[in-house]
């Protein structure tokens, strides 16, 4: 993406509208040895979804992004990357919007007691040793949502700020953390 201040992530991005799920797009390509830092991006998905493949319901208006990551990193210490990805939402949204966000352990941000973004990150191994990760970020963004899905509190940024925002500024901003975040690893 022309202007994205980053060496890898995001230098590829696959734009769809429609897609059953980015985590498992990405997760073909990256089989079919698409580069590292390519980033699969969807204007909605019909089958989104979390941990223990927990329905993310991902309509229109929000963010659903997955990125395809060969981090230099232990196995043990995969957790640490859901939870950095948790970290640099929670930041983005303080920074972008001035909105008290916070994480849920292990994958999700709230706003105000409310879900506003999930984290799935899903790993390929060959033998004990990490292939690449697929980081998967869904982030209510301008989308209208309901109160409650399947029990869960939701919210949406445009929902607690009274108003629509960029995806694009908020996709940017994210790319860049995860890209600078990644020199921790």
């Known amino acids: 993406m022309k202007g994205l201040k980053t060496k890898f992530i995001g230098k590829n991005i696959i734009h769809l509208d ?4 980015t985590n498992d797009y990405a997760k073909k390509i990256a089989d079919e040895g698409c580069p590292e830092g390519t980033v699969v991006i969807a204007q909605q998905q019909t089958k989104g979804r979390g941990r223990f493949n927990r329905k993310w319901v991902s309509d229109r208006g929000g963010l659903y992004l997955s990125i395809v990551l060969t981090p230099k990193l232990p196995v043990t ?13 929670v930041k983005t949204i303080h920074k972008l919007y001035s909105l008290k966000a916070e994480i849920k352990l292990p994958n999700d941000v709230l706003i105000n007691g409310k879900k506003v973004c999930g984290i799935l990150a899903e790993s390929v191994l060959e033998i004990d040793k990490l292939k690449y990760v697929v980081l998967g970020i869904g982030i209510n963004v301008n989308n209208r949502v309901a109160d409650k899905i399947e029990g869960i509190k939701v919210t949406s940024i445009r929902k607690e700020l009274g108003k629509k925002v960029s995806r694009i500024d908020l996709m940017n901003t994210l790319l860049v953390s995860v890209y600078r975040s990644l020199t921790l690893f």
């Open 18 to 21: 429609k897609i059953g799920s």
């Open 77 to 89: 210490k995969l957790p640490l990357l859901t939870l950095a990805a948790a970290e640099i939402v």
